[in-house]
T-cell receptor, first 114, second 115 residues
Framework: AQSVTQLGSHVSVSEGALVLLRCNYS??????LFWYVQYPNQGLQLLLKYTTGATLVKGINGFEAEFKKSETSFHLTKPSAHMSDAAEYFCAVTPAGNNRKLIWGLGTSLAVNP | GAGVSQSPSNKVTEKGKDVELRCDPI?????LYWYRQSLGQGLEFLIYFQGNSAPDKSGLPSDRFSAERTGGSVSTLTIQRTQQEDSAVYLCASSLTPQGGEKLFFGSGTQLSVL
């Protein structure tokens, strides 16, 4: 069965530093890959997604992610962290044959230090 | 509405009682999803609606769980004879169409605590 692994349940960076949140998926290549973000006291919102085409995907708030089939990864990056980036980040994939049902990672809590 | 609305935001109940959780999706969104997030667990798919029908209810944990959607809009998730393991955050999401890979819009969830 498809699974998603997010390495590091908690990540802490300094303001202005690079943000790297890791996501790996198992088994066969999933059709679609997503990153969702949950800011404090808010609902989950889509950060970015990969469906087809260019493997480097740009999202909101300066985030981007690269789909690497050979590494079964979809890591999320941002060149320079801002205090407002502090949130919970979730990676999700759709299993082959069922595009409507997302399989989720456990999430990574990002803290940004001044 | 402006976003997906869920009520109540918090629900504390006694073991064995029934509970109803409500979801108001974004107006015009045809697809609606229920997910559950238990402590230390990732989001777990429960059920998906397209219009008023549920093509995929494979994630419902037991027959104590049921859901319906009326008028292509509001959905209610009902848990009968609640158990302590039902304690979790129940999330509702909607999307404009049921196309695979469609962006989901989430509500803020209902925190259910079963004592």
């Amino acid at each position: 069965a498809q699974s998603v692994t997010q390495l590091g349940s908690h990540v802490s960076v300094s303001e202005g530093a690079l943000v790297l949140l890791r996501c790996n998926y198992s088994s066969s290549v999933p059709p679609y890959l997503f990153w969702y973000v949950q800011y404090p006291n808010q609902g989950l919102q889509l950060l970015l997604k990969y469906t087809t085409g260019a493997t480097l995907v740009k999202g909101i708030n300066g985030f981007e992610a690269e789909f690497k089939k050979s590494e079964t990864s979809f890591h999320l990056t941002k060149p320079s962290a801002h205090m407002s980036d502090a949130a919970e980040y979730f990676c999700a994939v759709t299993p082959a044959g069922n595009n409507r049902k997302l399989i989720w990672g456990l999430g990574t809590s990002l803290a940004v230090n001044p | 509405g402006a976003g997906v609305s869920q009520s109540p935001s918090n629900k504390v109940t006694e073991k064995g009682k029934d509970v109803e959780l409500r979801c108001d999706p974004i107006s015009g969104h045809t697809a609606l999803y229920w997910y559950r997030q238990s402590l230390g667990q990732g989001l777990e798919f429960l059920i998906y609606f397209q219009g008023n029908s549920a093509p995929d209810k494979s994630g419902l944990p037991s027959d104590r769980f049921s859901a319906e959607r009326t008028g292509g809009s509001v959905s209610t998730l009902t848990i009968q004879r609640t158990q302590q393991e039902d304690s979790a955050v129940y999330l509702c999401a909607s999307s404009l169409t049921p196309q695979g890979g469609e962006k989901l819009f989430f509500g803020s969830g209902t925190q259910l605590s079963v004592l």
